[in-house]
């Protein structure tokens, strides 16, 4: 189910059996199965009925021949169908293929899960991709079944139904926060989606929460003293103490706070500066991550979800990431001990490539010593809410690239390449972005003096969620891989590690947890 070339739409064929068919007839089995693994990975559009359904749906399975199936929900509001509202297909993890995938749809899809649509327009967005609104009109259509302006449509309608369904935001603040024009619009297009009114949809949470809740099902959350509550589901089986531990090994006094269970930052949002709070929430059959998040506008949410999503890996497909490393003898034992590892990502690009170069050479304690007082010395402070809240943010690229020099400690020849790298990125002649293709942007940092391939691929990892990296230059992770039985040279280690492909970022992450280390 992660293949890097599905097409939008795996149809029922109107002549012949469609169970002919070897990809219809695999998502109909796990359909049939009610697997809710495959929730988010496809949707399951039945013509009789009218509605879509994620493959975990408790109704009795479709036939055949009633059935199409679509990687995205905007798809299937295209083929004029509406959401189940017994199994809310759209309340479950997305799909991973975003990440896996680094072609133009897969790119453009991380852009519009983050509101550029509503901010830059579908102009912007093609422009942030290279290409023309044309012709990026024709690829999302080809290959995910809808154009981007439906796309973001339906990812509206998705966000509004979240906020609805697990928040008390008025209805009018809702429609704000999705990114919807209008009172009116919002309205109609809940109304055309869900078959429901806005305030149908919150007064049908309610009557759930009364009963057993559903697999899948968002849990209550809500706003208080100014703070939006949500929690974001994340796909089974789901190491969330991992990213918290990694989180924790690298936070910044005044910009981070870390438990062992919490994790507190300042951040930059498109709106402005925002304060938000991590949790892990849910059971290991439905694990979540609870945000509360402190905004400057509530547009700023919809970006949030999709760099948090990024930040915990939420969309990974665990279960097949799992089945592949675990076949190595060497890996076995650690995928077995912590099933569900996740590779970190970041919440801001600029600020991932400032970490990594201090970084690169030195170990974390040296690097989180540096990089603290590098935002005591320039970040920016916002209000605290709270005793030892973090009230720092993290100092922009024009501030590296202006007050660097003065505030940077170390060998001049990393002071050079981190206020060159801050004014490439001020200037816009580097472009470090969660959208880049993977290859093109490693050559873009690797053609900056003084970056190596170590820190090209570090960000690559972290910043465009590149799920086949292993740095075999990194001396943490080859020590790891010598207390597995592995090669510790590079070039060896290299060569093995590609029967892990196109895991080899997660078999990173058990590579340095076997180091013993926090890197």
Not at 53 to 82: D, I, M, Q, W
Not at 293 to 320: H, K, N
Not at 491 to 519: D, F, N, Q, V
């Amino acid at each position: 189910m992660t293949s890097t070339a599905t097409p939008a739409t795996t149809r029922r064929r109107l002549h012949g059996d469609p169970l002919d068919d070897p990809e219809f007839a695999e998502r109909y089995r796990a359909m049939q199965a009610r697997d809710a693994r495959f929730d988010g990975q496809f949707i399951t559009g039945v013509h009789s009925t009218g509605i879509y359904c994620r493959p975990s749906c408790p109704a009795v399975a479709p036939k055949a021949s009633n059935v199409s199936f679509y990687l995205t929900a905007a798809a299937a509001h295209e083929a004029g169908l509406r959401a189940c509202k017994r199994c809310l297909p759209d309340a479950v993890p997305g799909s991973p293929q975003w990440d896996l995938r680094d072609d133009l749809a897969a790119r453009a899809m991380r852009l519009i899960a983050d509101g550029v649509v509503e901010r830059e327009g579908v102009p912007g967005l093609a422009a942030r991709l290279g290409y023309t609104p044309r012709h990026l009109t024709r690829v999302l259509a080809g290959e995910l079944g809808a154009g981007p302006l439906a796309l973001a449509r339906a990812h509206r309608a998705q966000t509004a139904r979240a906020l609805l369904t697990s928040t008390a935001l008025p209805a009018a603040d809702v429609a704000f926060a999705s990114g919807f024009g209008s009172i009116r619009q919002f309205n109609d297009t809940i109304r055309e989606v869900y078959e429901r009114s806005p305030l149908e949809l919150r007064a049908a949470a309610r009557l759930r929460e009364r009963q057993p809740r559903a697999s899948g099902a968002e849990p209550d959350s809500g706003t208080e003293g100014g703070v939006v509550r949500l929690r974001l589901p994340a796909r089974p089986p789901f190491d969330a103490a991992g990213v918290f531990d990694w989180l924790a090994a690298r936070a910044l006094d005044g910009v981070e706070r870390a438990g062992d269970d919490r994790y507190e930052r300042t951040l930059r949002l498109p709106g402005g500066p925002a304060v938000v709070a991590f949790a892990a929430a849910g059971d290991a059959a439905s694990p979540a991550i609870e945000v509360d998040a402190r905004l400057a506008t509530l547009a700023d949410l919809p970006p949030l979800v999709a760099r948090v999503r990024r930040l915990f890996d939420l969309d990974a497909d665990a279960v097949a990431i799992d089945a592949a490393l675990s076949r190595d003898p060497a890996l076995a034992a650690s995928v077995a001990e912590t099933p569900g590892i996740r590779v970190p990502g970041c919440l801001d690009p600029h600020e991932l490539v400032f970490r990594a170069l201090i970084g690169q050479q030195v170990s974390v304690k040296a690097a989180r010593t540096a990089l603290a007082r590098l935002a005591a010395e320039l970040g920016e402070r916002v209000a605290p809410h709270a005793d030892g809240a973090p009230s720092t943010l993290f100092p922009s690229a024009a501030a590296i690239a202006e007050h660097g020099p003065a505030v940077l400690r170390g060998p001049a020849a990393r002071v050079r390449t981190i206020v060159d790298v801050a004014n490439r990125l001020e200037s816009g002649s580097l472009v470090v972005a969660f959208e880049r293709e993977r290859v093109e942007l490693q050559s873009d940092l690797l053609a900056v003096p003084g970056i190596g391939p170590w820190t090209a691929g570090y960000v690559a990892m972290r910043v465009t969620r590149a799920p086949d990296v292993l740095l075999t230059g990194d001396l943490a992770l080859r020590n790891g891989a010598e207390r597995l039985g592995l090669p510790s040279t590079a070039s060896e280690l290299a060569a093995l590690g590609a029967r892990w492909a196109p895991w080899r970022s997660y078999a990173s992450m058990h590579l340095w947890r076997a180091a013993g280390t926090k890197i």
